[in-house]
């Protein structure tokens, strides 16, 4: 019971540190003990071991297999696309990789007299649904949302990229509204995060649970390096700490970098979360052919990371992020108009690149165009990028084209 508490702890504050109300939350999770639960009533920034019950069941009654861990929540966007019942398609890449193409709207008051999808059926292909329990007196649905993972992380993660993603589809009406991924896109995203970019931070999860963790090759990797190397590396792992904090990130979405020297830069790597990122996890690649160091991958944007350090030379680092107010631009694959304070920076408008598929060369391209001689572009439906002459300007830079897509967002 102690290693489940303590799961169940670290993902309780995980959820009440979220910037919304969540609800009347409740976490469940399988493992080879049983199946446990948080009690009714919960306080997730507060959980203590006797707010942890175990269930008379072996097995959690999800419809897929792997599915290990699931997350019941009211969080404020996915309860009003459930009071308004608009199901929405995803408009973002982390959906798409996370979720799934297309969050549902479930029958959860009787499964023999349902009047849309089952929950069952709304899940096929997705991590979760929001699910109709009644009706309150103005006739609008009220119910939950239910998300589920691999382990608690991902079932977490899946709650706050579903969230993020309900209250994008909203704002994006706002200009236009979001422009859904296609359908094979979505799929194939999936497929893909589910078979290799999710599979370092599984890893590490698994070994977490189980009080594996091994840093002696940590000490190693450190132990060969110089010392202004050995500065730039922590220096990413607080920056990269920073953007979770100031909610610029989710999961292990987004990714940074700093050039090292002319021949070499530092980046995140692939998959991994910010918060448990340490200097020697850093990845060395060469900008030139993008050959890296070490046993870790870096992030799947190096390529991008690099054409920008290779076309613009006074550039000394770079942030990509999925932030909420600038995604709402990249969903409604709109350029960012920006206001007089901002304008110094960037100009009069903040540039969309063309869609691509993520990790791609022609996502490099399109990229790497849209940001020309500025500092930071829009990406179409997956994000935006940020750069400075260091990382403190791109940290800032980042930051300054969120609260100007939040200021744009809210004149209209």
Not at 29 to 37: D, N, S
Not at 222 to 245: H, N, P, T
Not at 291 to 307: F, V
Not at 328 to 356: H, Q, T
């Amino acid at each position: 019971m102690s290693e489940v508490y303590g799961v169940m702890k670290k993902y309780g504050l995980m959820i009440s540190s979220q910037e919304y109300e969540t609800g009347a939350v409740k976490m469940m999770i399988e493992t080879p003990e049983g199946v446990f639960a948080t009690r009714d009533g919960a306080n997730m920034g507060d959980l203590k071991e006797s707010d942890i019950e175990k269930l008379s069941v072996e097995k959690l009654p999800l419809p897929v297999a792997d599915m290990k861990a699931v997350v019941y929540s009211q969080t404020p966007a996915c309860s009003k696309a459930l009071r308004e019942a608009r199901p929405f398609k995803a408009c973002l890449d982390d959906m798409a990789q996370v979720f799934g193409h297309t969050a549902y709207i479930a029958d959860g008051r009787d499964k023999n007299k349902a009047v849309g999808k089952s929950i069952g059926k709304a899940l096929k292909g997705n991590v979760g649904c929001m699910v109709l329990r009644g009706f309150d007196k103005n006739g609008k649905g009220a119910g939950y949302t239910l998300t589920m993972g691999r382990n608690l992380y991902e079932a977490v993660v899946a709650m706050t990229v579903l969230e993020k993603s309900a209250e994008i589809h909203f704002l994006s009406e706002k200009i236009g509204g979001g422009v859904p991924i296609a359908k094979w896109e979505a799929k194939l995203m999936r497929l893909i995060y589910k078979k290799k970019y999710s599979k370092a931070e599984e890893k590490v999860k698994a070994a977490e649970t189980a009080g594996s963790v091994d840093a002696s090759s940590d000490i190693d990797i450190m132990a060969e390096i110089d010392d202004r190397e050995k500065e730039l590396r922590q220096i990413l792992v607080e920056y990269g700490k920073k953007l979770v904090e100031c909610g610029l990130v989710q999961g292990t979405w987004g990714n940074l970098s700093i050039r090292l020297n002319d021949k070499y830069m530092l980046t995140t790597p692939s998959g991994l979360d910010y918060m448990r990122l340490s200097a020697a996890d850093m990845v060395k690649v060469e900008i030139e052919n993008l050959k890296y160091e070490g046993d870790k991958k870096p992030t799947s944007e190096k390529g991008l990371h690099a054409a920008i350090y290779r076309q613009r030379p006074e550039i000394g680092a770079v942030i990509h992020t999925h932030s909420k107010y600038a995604s709402v631009f990249a969903a409604a694959r709109k350029d960012m108009p920006v206001e007089s304070e901002f304008r110094d920076v960037f100009g009069d408008s903040i540039k969309l690149a063309e869609y691509a598929l993520p990790g791609t060369k022609a996502l490099v391209k399109n990229t790497a165009l849209a940001v020309g001689n500025n500092m930071g572009a829009i990406m179409s439906n997956h994000g935006m990028i940020a750069c400075g002459a260091d990382i403190e300007q791109a940290f800032d830079n980042c930051v300054s084209i969120e609260e100007n897509g939040k200021r744009v967002l809210y004149k209209k």
